[in-house]
């Protein structure tokens, strides 16, 4: 079944203790992007990619890091996580290196981030 | 600054009825504008528009955009409960990025 996975799905962490999410899609897509989403802010991109080690920042990147290595993964890693990256994050993927304004993008489940 | 303004914010109606979604947007660079259904969890894909004046259909719903006027709607006709769900309006912008609406709060009462 194509799809976005992500892991954990859920995650109580506390202040500073790095942590990954991992991202991993089964289309051979090229874009991947993480976004998280709050509310009263609605979804926020944090990180793009458009092929393997190719990558570039969102509207709020700062505290995370982003890595592809290879087409399928797009972990996300908070180094020092704190309080503010409170929220649900998102992986998405589609499948040109256009991303969404010229391909479908499919979500995974989200991952809902607590930090205490 | 970028920005994508969505109305209303929230909608109760009863089931049979239409409504009409809205979405404004200033943005640099515009290449597409994406609506998408958000259930519990995680959004789906609903339309894609690119050009201005030619509607898009699937089912009960449609969307067109209108690149003058820098907007979009979104009509759903004979609303059924399933229809219940917070609907974004997307930018996608020429790097790749995209700018979200705030979301339209969308419930139906039987």
């Known amino acids: 079944e194509a799809q976005v996975t992500q892991n954990p799905r859920y995650l109580i962490t506390v202040t500073g203790k790095k942590l990954t999410v991992t991202c991993s899609q089964n289309?051979?897509?090229?874009?991947m992007s993480w976004y998280r989403q709050d509310p009263g802010l609605g979804l926020r991109q944090i990180y793009y990619?458009?092929?393997?080690?190719?990558?570039d920042k969102g509207d709020v990147p700062e505290g995370y890091k982003v890595s592809r290595k290879e087409k399928r993964n797009f972990p996300l890693i908070l180094e020092s996580p704190s309080p503010n990256q409170t929220s649900l994050y998102f992986c998405?993927?589609?499948?040109?290196?256009?991303?969404?304004?010229?391909?479908?993008?499919?979500f995974g489940p989200g991952t809902r981030l607590t930090v205490l | 600054e970028d920005k994508v303004v969505q109305s209303p914010l929230s909608l109760v109606v009863h089931e049979g009825d239409t409504v009409t979604l809205n979405c404004s947007y200033e943005v640099t660079n515009f290449r597409s504008l994406l609506w998408y259904k958000q259930e519990k969890k995680a959004p789906t894909f609903l339309f894609m528009l690119t050009s201005s004046g030619i509607e898009k259909k699937s089912g009960r719903l449609s969307s067109i955009l209108d690149k003058k006027e820098l907007s979009s709607i979104l009509n759903i006709t004979a609303t059924q409960t399933g229809d219940s769900a917070i609907y974004l309006c997307?930018?996608?912008?020429?790097?790749?990025?995209?700018?979200f609406g705030q979301g339209t709060r969308l419930t139906i009462n039987p």
């Open positions: 289309m051979n897509h090229e874009y």
């Open positions: 998405a993927s589609s499948l040109g290196g256009g991303g969404p304004s010229t391909d479908t993008q499919y």
């Open positions: 997307v930018i996608a912008q020429g790097a790749q990025k995209l700018v």
């Open positions: 990619s458009m092929n393997v080690e190719v990558t």
